[in-house]
């Protein structure tokens, strides 16, 4: 499939607010005022706008519902996004930055069922469980029974809210960020401009869910912004008209790389924090800035580079027998 600029476009600085900005203030004190009310609402946008654009590419990609076609669909997914993300486990552990319990759980990709999940990778374990969701949600999307999507999604989030209640096991994130994947595999689908219905139904609902279930599980009321925003995001971002060739290169690169970007970048700031930290502040987030993030960039692309070829060279010699 063609690439398209403003999808690469959004990407790129989607993993730029997160890596450059949400995550990085944590390694130093200098912004440390920086989380707010605001910043986090953001980061949940972006969040979500990671996981609407993985349901539009997927529209977009058109799965069939087709037992050939899904082992396919489920061999390429595994293939790209397991083995590194298994290998980003092995250095959280090395580095301490997760619990050793926490990421097994992340490895059996149980760890949304069976919280806490580890810092950061608790998203991709997420996305995980959607891409399996994917070509059921996609099958009704394209059928136009996405109303029963919807009805199914309330009913599981309202079961899972209910046993939380007793059990509080599984993790909020996985209900709060589903209606984005969703809204992003129907408007890949549909090419819409705009869902009343579906907006107003998540909306209503979503206030429902909040005030029944207010203190302990706030979050969900993050639901229609997290669902919807991303849409007008994908649009703005795509009007965007870039003509010069370096501009195109820098955000092909910055979003090809912004997989291994996200699984890597704890490791990478924490192996370079150990090589050297300044004492000052304002010289922390110059190093953190100017050396630390151009550096996971640069390493991301090279591991995702030579990633590819592997897979492209294990593609070749293993014979397909879907």
């Not at 097994?104 to 991709?124: G, Q, R």
């Not at 992003?184 to 869910?209: A, P, Q, V």
């Not at 005030?211 to 703005?236: E, R, Y």
């Not at 000052?280 to 090279?302: D, E, K, R, T």
Request: hydrophobic letters at 50%.
């Amino acid at each position: 499939m063609e690439r398209k600029i403003g999808i690469d476009l959004l990407r790129g600085a989607c993993i730029l607010y997160i890596v450059g900005f949400w995550h990085l203030v944590g390694y130093t004190q200098t912004a440390s005022n920086s989380k707010n009310i605001f910043s986090y609402q953001l980061t949940q946008i972006i969040l979500g706008t990671f996981i609407f654009l993985s349901g539009h590419l997927i529209a977009l990609n058109q799965v069939a519902f087709k037992k050939d076609a899904l082992l396919q669909f489920y061999r390429r997914k595994v293939l790209r996004i397991y083995p590194l993300y298994l290998l980003s486990i092995i250095l959280f552990w090395i580095f301490g930055i997760s619990s050793t319990f926490d990421l097994i759980k992340a490895a059996l990709l149980v760890s949304m069922f069976i919280k806490p999940a580890p810092l950061t990778l608790w998203f991709i374990t997420m996305l995980m469980v959607y891409y399996f969701l994917s070509p059921l949600v996609l099958t009704g999307c394209k059928n136009g029974k996405i109303y029963r999507l919807i009805i199914c999604y309330f009913i599981i989030s309202i079961a899972i809210l209910l046993f939380n209640d007793f059990q509080n096991l599984i993790d909020i994130r996985i209900i709060i960020y589903f209606p984005a994947f969703l809204f992003g595999i129907y408007s890949g689908c549909n090419n819409i401009i705009y869902n009343t219905t579906y907006l107003l139904i998540i909306t209503l609902s979503s206030i429902l869910m909040s005030f029944s279930f207010h203190g302990q599980f706030d979050g969900i009321l993050a639901t229609p912004m997290v669902a919807t925003v991303p849409f007008f995001l994908l649009k703005a971002f795509s009007a965007f008209k870039i003509t010069s060739r370096i501009k195109k290169k820098v955000i092909y690169y910055l979003s090809y790389s912004s997989f291994c970007m996200y699984l890597f970048h704890r490791p990478i700031y924490t192996i370079l924090k150990n090589i050297y930290f300044p004492e000052i502040y304002l010289m922390q987030l110059f190093y953190l800035l100017f050396v630390c993030l151009p550096s996971i960039g640069l390493v991301s692309f090279i591991i995702q580079k030579n990633y590819d070829v592997v897979v492209k060279i294990l593609a070749t010699q293993i014979p397909n027998k879907d």
